[in-house]
């Protein structure tokens, strides 16, 4: 099973057709069907998706969306303890601080971004995935799983 947490930016940036990402969600929404891949968002995340939907379109439309989302991805919630390790991270964006240290405090595999630049900080790079990364490791991931069965 892979575990990866989707950065919220990404749902939200595609929903709203933002730099062209419908390719990349069409992609994740492909993997939310995908038996081995467990997709994850922060509780944080969820609400600014709420947020920005419901002011672009309405609060029923957002509604829809974060219950579709809801049904397809698990949330990590973030608490005081997250906060205050994001706060000594040394990434400069604060939000994606805040993705990174989920993605550890839950032993999550990855993070599934479409801006590495937030996450040039990070000491092990191998946890930071691109849309085409994770597309790659659950291709790799099925033909394993055939194998060993």
Known sequence: MIRILVDADLILESLINRHNCVEDVKKICCNMLHPLIQIYITDVGRQKI???????????????????????????????????????????????????????????????????????????????WSITDLCTRANLESQLQANIS
Not at 63 to 85: A, M, R, T
Not at 93 to 114: G, N, P, W, Y
């Open 50 to 128: 709420y947020d920005y939907i419901s002011r672009l379109q309405n609060t029923h439309i957002a509604e829809i969306v974060i219950n579709w989302l809801q049904e397809k991805i698990q949330i990590c919630f973030v608490d005081q303890g997250i906060l205050q390790q994001a706060r000594s991270s040394p990434l400069r964006d604060f939000e994606s601080a805040v993705e990174l240290v989920c993605v550890r405090t839950h032993q999550l595999d990855a993070i599934v971004t479409h801006k590495r630049e937030d996450f040039t900080e990070v000491p092990h790079q191998f946890c930071v």
